[in-house]
């Protein structure tokens, strides 16, 4: 149980377009999702906390206008990252909420490469 | 805000020894205090936790150890194999579950 996937797992795209991120909890309902970056042999970075129904909450720093994060359904939360440029390149990871409400379980990855 | 610790960052065992990683974290409010393995380009996965009520947790060769007076939580592998090695990172969470990471470590088991 518990099983979080993301979508793609790895895309390519040119600079100036937009990508978007999908996050799924397979097996339970998961009212929160957190999306994270992670940089090569860095620690996780969290970017926004995002709870189904409303606007997500962003961290300091993080662009909102830039990273679009949708979180439309109990199981789905999108993450778009919108005039991408090489500076965005970087492994982006969600994570869901477990329904006892500590766990956090993380989804594979997707690994960005703007050109 | 909450600040964890995480040492060391880099470990070699010979396999069949154990390993023991530790953090150490600064808001006592903190409750919860999960560890993840995370392999190389993949996500983190969820090896073991340990909620502010109880000392030690053990799961087969895995255990952690919660020192609340102290501030500071330990990993411990017992009996290790090649496949255990990957980065690690500890993480503390605060009743508003936001979880703050410590910054890894990378294990490597020597066959």
């Known amino acids: 149980g518990a099983v979080v996937s993301q979508h793609p797992s790895w895309v390519i795209c040119k600079s100036g377009t937009s990508v978007k991120i999908e996050c799924r909890s397979l097996d339970f309902q998961a009212t929160t999702m957190f999306w994270y970056r992670q940089f090569p042999k860095q620690s996780l970075m969290l970017m926004a906390t995002?709870?189904?129904?409303?606007?997500?909450?962003?961290e300091q720093g993080v662009e909102k206008d830039k990273f679009l994060i949708n979180h439309a359904s109990l199981t789905l939360s999108t993450l778009t990252v919108t005039s991408a440029h090489p500076e965005d390149s970087s492994f982006y990871i969600c994570?869901?909420?477990?329904?006892?409400?500590?766990?956090?379980?993380f989804g594979p990855g997707t690994r960005l490469t703007v050109t | 805000g909450e600040n964890v610790e995480q040492h060391p960052s880099t470990l070699s065992v010979q396999e069949g020894d154990s390993a023991v990683i530790k953090c150490t974290y600064s808001?006592?409010?903190?409750?919860?205090f999960p560890w993840y393995k995370q392999e190389l380009g993949k996500g983190p996965q969820l090896i073991i936790d340990?909620?502010?009520?109880?000392g030690e947790k053990k799961d087969q060769r895995i255990a952690v150890t919660l020192n609340k007076t102290a501030k500071h939580f330990s990993l411990h592998i017992t009996e290790t194999q090649p496949e255990d090695s990957a980065v690690y990172f500890c993480?503390?969470?605060?009743?508003?579950?936001?979880?703050?990471f410590g910054t890894g470590t990378s294990l490597t088991v020597i066959p």
């Open positions: 340990i909620r502010s009520n109880v």
């Open positions: 994570s869901a909420r477990g329904l006892a409400g500590f766990e956090q379980y």
């Open positions: 995002s709870n189904e129904g409303s606007k997500a909450t962003y």
């Open positions: 808001d006592s409010a903190s409750n919860y």
């Open positions: 993480a503390a969470s605060n009743p508003g579950n936001q979880f703050y």
